[in-house]
């Protein structure tokens, strides 16, 4: 194998002539070709002012790590004048003031033959107070001798301020009457039908229709309707005195775990538990 190394070496240092040239006897002591300054290898004829630059600068980036010279930062951008008109506009592009712009077809609506109102009971003795961004009274509970309680009442079409931040206008959104009473009795609920199975909840305990709140176009409401009310509640409540005594058998003490209406739940089917003890005066 000493003629394939021999014939190797021979073929290098052939290309190493025709790419740097001749090594001096400097480097030939040194075992290193020399910088090459200049084109010093065979006559090209024609070609050599334009190949002979090419391969040149080839030869010096494949052979030494020339470094570059970097030129000093200099500062190419000035410093400009304080603009304070457009600080001025910035600032008042977002005003705290809406301007009213009423819809074409705004008294059209209340000029609306549907003249029904949508009416909200309850028939828990509970009171309900949430927060809700239109309707600011509390659910009042049934304290009366019937079966229901009658808390308030929303027209069949609702005009609702829609703000728009492009033009600063505030501008009235018709809604329907019945889907705002459905949205605050219960927020997950996007249809009209009150028995509807929620699949998924988007928070705890916010559904008031299981809690016996309950909407309707008639009053005093239909028979049926508070009985389905009812039934709703009647059916959470079980809910929960079943919730209750689960936790009763992993732990002795469900006190943390007890609201008041757990306790209203005990007082409608009239249990007597250790955490509902009947009290006599």
């Keep these: 194998m000493k003629w394939i190394s021999y014939a190797r070496t021979i073929w290098h240092e052939f290309w190493m002539y025709m790419l740097v040239g001749p090594a001096s006897p400097e480097a030939k002591e040194e075992g290193l070709a020399p910088r090459p300054s200049a084109w010093t290898g065979p006559s090209m004829g024609p070609y050599k002012t334009a190949v002979a630059k090419v391969v040149e600068t080839s ?3 494949l052979l030494y790590d020339i470094p570059k010279q970097e030129e000093p930062l200099q500062v190419t951008c000035k410093i400009g004048k304080c603009r304070n008109d457009l600080s001025a ?3 008042a592009w977002n ?10 077809n705004l008294n059209d609506l209340m000029e609306s033959k549907d003249d029904r109102r949508v009416w909200i009971y309850n028939v828990s003795r509970l009171t309900y107070r949430i927060y809700h961004p239109i309707i600011k009274t509390p659910l009042w509970g049934n304290i009366t001798k019937k079966r229901y309680t009658m808390c308030m009442s929303l027209p069949a079409v609702v005009v609702m301020p829609k703000g728009d931040l492009d033009s600063m206008e505030v501008s009235g959104l018709p809604v329907s009457g019945a889907r705002l009473a459905m949205d605050l009795i219960n927020p997950d609920n996007l249809g009209l039908d009150q028995d509807v199975k929620i699949k998924y909840s988007t928070s705890l305990g916010r559904n008031l229709g299981e809690k016996g709140v309950f909407w309707s176009y008639n009053n005093p409401p239909k028979a049926a309707e508070v009985s389905a009310a009812v039934l709703r509640m009647k059916t959470h409540y079980a809910d929960l005195l079943e ?11 469900v006190v943390d775990e007890l609201t008041p209406e ?20």
């Design 89 to 91: 506009g910035m600032e």
């Design 59 to 61: 030869a010096q980036e």
């Design 262 to 281: 757990h306790h209203e739940a005990a007082e409608y089917f009239k249990e007597v538990t250790p955490w509902h003890p009947v009290i006599r005066g």
């Design 243 to 253: 919730r209750v005594e689960a936790a009763q058998l992993r732990s002795n003490s």
């Design 95 to 104: 005003p705290k003031r809406f301007d009213f712009t009423p819809l074409l």
